[in-house]
């Protein structure tokens, strides 16, 4: 009879979470470390004035977030570090791994909401210059903390709901400022266990568009693009955190030159890519 009971129990709760969806937030507890591994492989290739030039790129992190404070309207102050990051490079010139030696155990305080909107991105301490892997990718520090979470739907979701998002986005990637518009759209699928964690399982899929400006050892630089992008995100709402996610995108773009030499090249991403809650 308890079983029976029980299994009732269960089954209405399912019911009324299908109906009635539920509200999706981050609920950090402060003072406890929050860690991930990333992973993530990338391939680019380029056509240089008719030669076909391809760069692949591995890349291995993780990453610490540390929640400092919780202000009365939700949003949350937290320390976010990278203890590993490193990226292996293959193409003609080079075949390497590079770790970025320089931004190693380096916080940055991220502001966010409980949605996971950034809404400051700050470095606390202090890098002591750009090493070879940053010099290669041509990254500010700021930008590697300003996208680590998931944002999340303002209003309640039901399984079979689905939300979208198109807010714009911008950085500042080798002297370029970049503006990144999505259009996706993500869809609750059920429920699934993951890292022993019981988890919403989210699907989203949809475009992005890319358009940028800038200047580079005295050449102007245009840059245009569009792609796809697609995944998978298992977020475990009775923690409030992210749990897993894996993603894969591709992307055709072009890339102008003007200045002392002026040349356009074609070039195609793809990337795929990873991210799991550590114990």
Do not use: H
């Amino acid at each position: 009879m308890k079983k029976i009971v029980l299994a009732v129990v269960l089954c209405s709760a399912v019911l009324a979470f299908a109906q009635n969806g539920t509200t999706l937030r981050y609920n950090y507890e402060t003072g406890k470390a929050y860690n991930y591994a990333v992973t993530s492989n990338t391939v680019v290739t380029q056509d240089i004035g008719g030669r076909e030039v391809v760069t692949e790129m591995g890349q291995e992190a993780q990453f610490t977030i540390q929640p400092q404070s919780r202000a009365e309207n939700g949003d949350y102050t937290c320390w976010i570090s990278f203890p590993a990051l490193k990226a292996k490079i293959k193409n003609f010139q080079m075949d390497t791994t590079l770790v970025m030696t320089a931004l190693l155990n380096k916080r940055a305080e991220v502001v966010q909401t409980e949605t996971g909107k950034v809404l400051s991105s700050t470095m606390v301490d202090t890098v002591a210059g750009m090493d070879m892997l940053m010099q290669q990718l041509g990254v500010e520090p700021g930008v590697l903390f300003k996208r680590i979470q998931v944002k999340l739907p303002q209003d309640a979701v039901a399984v079979g709901g689905s939300w979208s998002e198109s807010e714009p986005d911008s950085l500042l990637q080798g002297g370029i400022n970049i503006a990144i518009t999505p259009n996706t759209t993500y869809t609750l699928l059920g429920t699934e266990e993951r890292a022993g964690l019981p988890c919403l399982k989210i699907a989203f899929k949809g475009t992005i568009a890319m358009s940028g400006r800038g200047s580079q050892m005295g050449a102007d630089i245009a840059l245009e693009g569009e792609g796809n992008q697609e995944g998978v995100i298992y977020f475990s709402q009775p923690q409030g955190i992210l749990v897993s996610a894996e993603s894969s995108a591709d992307q055709n773009s072009t890339i102008s030159i003007t200045g002392p030499a002026t040349m356009t090249i074609p070039q195609v991403t793809t990337v795929k890519s990873s991210l799991t809650l550590l114990p």
